[in-house]
């Protein structure tokens, strides 16, 4: 069985990945966020203190998935604005032309 696209197949694997994908941004997100709010108070040794060097690069990953997601909503929001306009235009030139749509009278 087949789709337009693609196999049945093909389509899952992708829901699969994407699946994944989502647990995976989810999952660091998350675990980032309780070390942080964890270890913010910690017993800081210094300039070399390995859990501060540790809070900042989560502190990085939380604003590089957050920077990568906003620009990846901003493609995904402009990507669809510029389908449903070129989809609306299509609709409105693309009419059929009958007698009974320009309404013209049909006398026998």
């Known amino acids: ?11 899952r694997k992708s829901r699969v990945a994407v699946l994944i994908m989502s647990f995976a941004i989810t999952l660091v997100i998350f675990s980032a966020s309780i070390f942080i709010a964890e270890n913010i108070t910690h017993n ?15 502190e990085n990953a ?3 998935i957050g920077i990568a997601l906003s620009g990846f909503m901003l493609v995904n929001v402009a ?10 235009s299509k ?3 693309k009419r059929h032309k009958t ?10």
Do not use: F, P
């Open 44 to 58: 800081c040794t210094g300039t070399d203190c390995i859990v501060c060097a540790e809070i900042e690069q989560c």
């Open 1 to 11: 069985m087949t789709l337009k696209g693609g196999t049945i197949m093909k389509s």
């Open 79 to 88: 990507a669809m604005v510029i389908l449903i306009k070129v989809i609306g």
């Open 62 to 64: 939380i604003n590089t």
């Open 91 to 93: 609709r409105t030139v």
């Open 99 to 108: 007698l009974i749509t320009l309404k013209v009278e049909l006398l026998s």
